[in-house]
């Protein structure tokens, strides 16, 4: 699990409930059952009237993929590709032909039996950015359930609080209760700013962020591929792949094939 994820949600929600309780707040004045009834399942309601069934069964794999832990390997993956680019420089793509059953990752594996078998650059290239354009589609589509929950959200969080004033002002016999049942009644307004901004629009945020790598990385790859196809020089497959590697020292004149 993604630690820097579950520590920024602890970290927020430990901001707001101590700066409340600092300025004298009661913990129990947070905890309202009927506002988070009323925020959290009208946000749960109006998701699900957006979204088809289809879409929503995505969520465990969206919640997975936010929080996950993943591994940066760009850098191995660049790497490899220059072992590759040795390899077919020695015997053609055919000698990766082992090695492209048994990769473990499904793109990488997909586009080196697609240059093994002889397929044409433009097709691989074809073929692999659809792969490319799918996934984003995915990644996208995970990230607008929680952009659809982080707007609906807050308006519950209104209509939560719109509910409780008709109740307290249908209500004024009993004109000392009155602060309290206002402060009450605007818990729901909280609840749904707060979820809002510190649950769903995050949530959002790094499905996005995560997704960007990813498919920066399947970039990476397919320039990678399409190079051992063209039977590139290492070096040269060595200096495409480095730009994709934001860290990689540049060449210079005193060692021209230092380029990651």
Known sequence: MDITSIIGLLAGIAA???????????????????A????????????????????LRSVPAALRFAFGRHKADTREKADELISMAAVTRRGGVLALEEKAEEH??????????LIVDGTDPDQVRQILELEMDAK?????GYAKIFEAAGGYAPTMGIIGTVMGLIRVLG????????????????TATLYGVASANLIFLPIASKIKSRSQSELSSMEMLLVGI?????????QLVRQK????????PRRNSNNPENLL
Do not use: C
């Not at 925020?39 to 069934?53: C, K, Q, R």
């Not at 473990?104 to 039996?113: H, V």
């Not at 399409?226 to 290492?234: E, F, I, K, R």
């Open 171 to 186: 209500n004024l016999t009993d004109p000392s209760n009155l602060g309290a049942s206002i402060a009450v009644a605007f």
């Open 36 to 55: 988070a009834l009323i925020v959290f399942g009208g946000t749960l309601a109006a998701v699900l009237i957006s979204f088809p069934a289809a879409r």
């Open 136 to 140: 984003e589609l995915k990644y996208e």
């Open 226 to 234: 399409l190079a051992l196809q063209n039977g590139d020089h290492p």
């Open 104 to 113: 473990p990752d499904a793109f990488t594996r997909d586009g080196l039996l």
């Open 16 to 34: 707001m409930v101590g700066g409340f309780l600092w300025e004298g707040g009661s913990l129990s004045g947070l905890l309202q059952l009927n």
């Open 241 to 248: 792949l480095g730009s994709f590697l934001p860290d990689a």
